[in-house]
């Protein structure tokens, strides 16, 4: 009983003492069409849902660990054909979020990256989900582009920037359109931010009091991927990717 104690009270120190040991310790990669794991409250999605607009390529996602809430992974492909169609968004996710933007106070969120490859055109963006009631299919998709890499365009419809705020120390446009019946606002970043460190709800303060967006929307997911068109031996590392909500 006493030996009991005394153990149960040393690894209570050194449990407060260290970081929370890494949850997923082996690479896990996946290479088929679709691919998901739910690991340290993230859910990673190898997801190529627009392949068939290629004449050629493949992709592969890898899940590399989450360490202390922080998610390094990575992602691999080569795509042709179908040059102003996505590919794939591989991510990470924080699904089943279904918190009231008015009762969202801020979300932190760090992501450093780098892409390697040739001729890459595509993005390196978040992509937040707006519903108006939990379990209601989502209303408004809200993009924030740290990257347009090789030319790649939010969707817009008519082409040009609605405004150019700047918010969490950048300067953004914002374009506005739609996919099917859900609304889609971007933000792109006038320069690649490869090491974001910010609140996201500073976007999403912007949207209800500059676009019109009701606070009493839920946000349903959060994920951080990668939206590729064309290009070859690309690579998309994320070394520190986190965010939560609160
Ligand atoms: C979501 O949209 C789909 C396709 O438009 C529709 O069939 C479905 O009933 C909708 N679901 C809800 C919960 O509104
Ligand atoms: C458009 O909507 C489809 C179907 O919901 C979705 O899979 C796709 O990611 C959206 N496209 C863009 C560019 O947001």
Redo the contacts with the bound molecule.
């Keep these: 009983m006493k030996f009991g104690g005394i153990i149960a009270a040393i690894f209570a120190v050194s449990a407060a003492a260290t970081p929370t040991p890494t949850v997923n310790k082996r690479a896990t990669t996946w290479c088929d069409a679709w691919g998901s794991q739910v690991t340290g409250g993230y859910t990673i999605y190898h997801n190529n849902?627009g392949a068939a607009q290629a004449t050629s390529g493949s992709q592969c996602t890898t899940l590399e660990s989450v360490n202390s809430g922080s998610v390094v992974w990575s992602t691999s492909w080569t795509w042709a054909g179908g040059s102003s169609s996505?590919k794939s968004?591989s991510n990470v996710a924080l699904v089943d979020v279904n918190k009231k933007l008015s009762a969202i106070s801020s979300v932190p969120s760090t992501w450093s990256w780098i892409y390697t490859g040739s001729n890459i055109v595509a993005n390196v963006a978040y992509d937040l989900w707006l519903a108006p009631s939990v379990g209601a299919n989502d209303s408004y998709?809200i993009?924030i582009w740290l990257a347009a890499l090789g030319g790649a365009g939010p969707?817009s419809s008519t082409g040009s920037p609605v405004d150019s705020p700047t918010i969490a120390g950048s300067q953004w446009k914002v374009y506005t359109g739609n996919?099917?019946s859900?609304k889609?606002i971007s933000f792109v970043a006038t320069s690649s931010i490869t090491n974001f460190n910010g609140d996201l709800n500073q976007f999403l303060t912007y949207l209800t009091t500059k676009q019109g967006v009701s606070s009493s929307l839920y946000a349903t997911k959060l994920q951080a991927g990668t939206?590729p068109f064309t290009g070859s031996n690309a690579v998309l590392k994320t070394s520190a990717y986190r965010i939560s909500v609160s």
């Design positions: 849902w996505v968004y998709e993009m969707i996919n099917g859900v889609v939206e």
